[in-house]
T-cell receptor
Framework: DQQVKQNSPSLSVQEGRISILNCDYT??????FLWYKKYPAEGPTFLIS?????DKNEDGRFTVFLNKSAKHLSLHIVPSQPGDSAVYFC?????????????FGKGTKLSVKP | EAEVAQSPRYKITEKSQAVAFWCDPI?????LYWYRQILGQGPELLVQ????????DSQLPKDRFSAERLKGVDSTLKIQPAELGDSAMYLC???????????????FGPGTRLTVL
C-alpha cells in the first residue's frame, strides 16, 4: 500500500504559466515533506521542503503548500520554464526529517512547452 | 559545490554474476543511504548507515545483497548473484546527522544504472 501517492503521471504546461504538482499521503506520522527534481540519467536533486508545523514554504519560483487535514501537499512553480521539464518526486518522513528513510511517490513528469 | 560521487555510472552484467557499486558521500556527512529505483517508481531505501554502523537494513534482500561502510566514509553495495529483477537505478544519498532534532535534507548522487541480462 503506497504511503505517498502522486496520482498524475504527467503534466504539460505552457512556458510562463503556473505548474501545480500534487501529492497525497496516508501516514499521519509523516511530519516532514520534500520535493525532488530528477533529470534522466541523473540522481534526484533537492528542491524544497516543508515541516508539518508550517502550511507554506517559498523559495524563488517554487512554493510548497501543505494541508495536513487533507493529507495533501502541492508544489507550485511560477513562472514555469522549459528547464523545469523533469520528473518531480514527492517524499515524506517521520521524526521531523531526522530519521532518514524517505518514502517517495512514483513521480510526475512535467513538460514545459516553449 | 560538494556532491555525492558514485561509480560506475552504468553496469551491464549477466545473471548469477557479482556486481559492486561504490559511493563517496559529501565530506562530513555522517549518514549514508542506498536506494533502489525501479523504472516508473520512486526510490526505495535499501540500507542506511550512521557513520560505520547499519541503522536500517530491513528492506535489504540479505540473501544476495550486502553493504558496508568500514571507515564511516565511502560505502560499497554488492549483489551476488545478480538476478534479472535487480535491473534498476541504484542511488546513494548522504545527510549530516540522523537522530537529531534538526531537519536533515538528503543529497543524492548520480546513481548507477544496472542492467542484468
Amino acid at each position: 500500500d503506497q504511503q505517498v501517492k502522486q496520482n498524475s503521471p504527467s503534466l504539460s504546461v505552457q512556458e510562463g504559466r503556473i505548474s501545480i504538482l500534487n501529492c497525497d499521503y496516508t501516514n499521519s506520522m509523516f511530519d516532514y515533506f520534500l520535493w525532488y527534481k530528477k533529470y534522466p540519467a541523473e540522481g534526484p536533486t533537492f528542491l524544497i521542503s516543508i515541516s508539518s508545523i508550517k502550511d507554506k514554504n517559498e523559495d524563488g519560483r517554487f512554493t510548497v503548500f501543505l494541508n495536513k487535514s487533507a493529507k495533501h501537499l502541492s508544489l507550485h512553480i511560477v513562472p514555469s520554464q522549459p528547464g523545469d521539464s523533469a520528473v518531480y518526486f514527492c517524499a515524506a518522513s517521520e521524526g521531523g526529517g531526522s530519521q532518514g528513510n524517505l518514502i517517495f511517490g512514483k513521480g510526475t513528469k512535467l513538460s514545459v512547452k516553449p | 559545490e560538494a556532491e555525492v560521487a558514485q561509480s560506475p555510472r552504468y553496469k551491464i552484467t549477466e545473471k548469477s554474476q557479482a556486481v559492486a557499486f561504490w559511493c563517496d558521500p559529501i565530506s562530513g556527512h555522517a549518514t549514508l543511504y542506498w536506494y533502489r529505483q525501479i523504472l516508473g517508481q520512486g526510490p526505495e531505501l535499501l540500507v542506511q548507515f550512521q557513520d560505520e554502523s547499519v541503522v536500517d537494513d530491513s528492506q535489504l534482500p540479505k540473501d544476495r545483497f550486502s553493504a558496508e561502510r568500514l571507515k564511516g566514509v565511502d560505502s560499497t553495495l554488492k549483489i551476488q548473484p545478480a538476478e534479472l529483477g535487480d535491473s534498476a537505478m541504484y542511488l546513494c544519498a548522504s545527510s549530516h546527522q540522523a537522530g537529531t532534532t534538526s531537519t536533515d535534507t538528503q543529497y543524492f548522487g548520480p546513481g548507477t544504472r544496472l542492467t542484468v541480462l
